[in-house]
């Protein structure tokens, strides 16, 4: 099922890489999974994208069987990134495939420098038939510049890529209509085309043991992809050959719009935390509606603290997200000029500012 991709995200979570009764790496399982890797890394640019680092170092954390606080978590992870790291070198090794260790933030696929140099970084690393293993660097992030979970950052990854499939290995076989641990009677759906209110409803029934995320965090990542052209996979990680062994049967896929929007409205339309909102009249409504800039005139509210050049969300009435772009004014230069024209700008703010506080060319609409 897999022939037909050329670059492809391989996200493992860690209910898969790490046993969750000693916390230990899942040999017999790397295994199978790198023999796996090894039959397709010649003709496909393979990307990895591990969970695990906490669960393996939490054991040596002050033998606490949970670790609530932030920053045990930060150690957990510093100690177990390592081990990851290791097993991951040991396993490929064998099938002479070398890996690099990229560790990543929320902030750095959210700042527009970050996003493009850690894109050249892991295509060089592509091109030098290198398996990138990335993770989310969690001894430094705190919880505001956090992922949480390595399925929205394994989108991320695949839309900074440009991959063309992005696979979730997990401990289900896909997406099922109810918790299929505790209903027998559970349907699962193979085939989604498009991610509604109902298929987020069945995502939120569902978890996993070890994992941050459960079935929900793998919709959102779905969906991101979908944006993106790259089909998403969630499969079970636990077949004999997990990758090549995929099929519509044993799987739930996710078909992606094939015509994706350019590279900078991808990026922006899958900002996970804008700096701010501003939130627009009808008339504002019908001017992006019909792909035109975002003028003071239309704008009634503003909130949250950003600068010029952040990434602000556009709202329409009370709850409507419609839109996202990057602002041409910081908060309190939008405060000034709201419902104001712009011709008006100039002796408001005491200089020659832009006409429009978003540019039709820095916003994107959201469709829904």
């Not at 396993?91 to 420098?113: F, G, M, P």
């Not at 705190?142 to 989108?155: F, K, P, Q, V």
């Given at each position: 099922m897999i022939n037909k991709y050329k670059k492809i995200v391989i996200k493992i979570g860690s209910s898969s890489i790490v046993n969750?009764?000693?916390k230990k790496i899942n040999s017999k399982w790397m295994l199978k999974l790198c023999k796996d890797i090894k039959k397709h890394h010649k003709e496909k640019n393979i990307i990895i994208v591990c969970s695990g680092a906490i669960a393996l170092g939490s054991p040596l954390i002050k033998h606490k069987k949970s670790l609530r606080k932030l920053e045990d978590k930060q150690a957990a992870a510093s100690v177990g990134q390592i081990e990851l790291a290791h097993q991951?070198?040991?396993?490929?090794?064998?099938?002479?495939?070398?890996?690099?260790?990229?560790?990543?933030?929320?902030?750095?696929?959210?700042?527009?420098?970050?996003y493009l140099n850690a894109r050249k970084t892991i295509n060089t690393l592509l091109q030098n038939k290198i398996i990138p293993v990335i993770n989310e660097n969690d001894t430094v992030a705190?919880?505001?510049?956090?992922?949480?979970?390595?399925?929205?950052?394994?989108?991320r990854v695949a839309q900074m890529i440009d991959a063309d499939l992005l696979i979730l290995l997990s401990d289900v076989?896909?997406?099922?209509?109810?918790?299929?641990?505790?209903?027998?009677?559970a349907k699962k759906?193979?085939?989604?085309f498009k991610i509604n209110k109902s298929i987020e409803r069945m995502a939120n029934s569902q978890t996993s043991s070890l994992g941050s995320g459960g079935m929900i965090t793998k919709i959102m990542a779905a969906k991101i992809c979908m944006n993106n052209g790259c089909d998403t996979i969630i499969t079970n990680s636990e077949k004999t050959k997990p990758i090549s062994?995929?099929?519509?049967?044993?799987?739930s896929i996710f078909f992606a719009h094939k015509n994706p929007s350019s590279s900078r409205k991808q990026w922006l339309l899958n900002h996970l935390h804008p700096s701010g909102f501003i939130r627009i009249d009808e008339g504002a409504h019908k001017a992006i509606k019909n792909n035109k800039s975002l003028l003071p005139a239309g704008v009634t509210e503003v909130g949250g603290n950003f600068n010029s050049g952040d990434?602000?969300?556009?709202?329409?009435?009370?709850?409507d997200k419609i839109a996202i772009g990057i602002s041409a004014y910081d908060i309190n230069e939008v405060k000034k000029i709201i419902g104001k024209k712009s011709k008006e700008i100039p002796n408001i703010l005491g200089y020659e500012g832009r006409d429009e506080?978003?540019?039709k060319d820095d916003l994107v609409k959201i469709i829904k």
């Open positions: 969750p009764a000693s991951w070198r040991k396993y490929l090794k064998k099938h002479k495939i070398n890996i690099a260790q990229v560790l990543i933030t929320l902030e750095d696929s959210e700042v527009r420098r970050r705190t919880e505001e510049i956090r992922y949480g979970d390595n399925d929205r950052l394994a989108a076989n896909g997406l099922y209509d109810k918790n299929p641990n505790n209903n027998k009677d759906i193979n085939e989604i062994s995929i099929t519509k049967n044993n799987s990434v602000i969300s556009v709202y329409y009435l009370k709850k506080i978003i540019h």
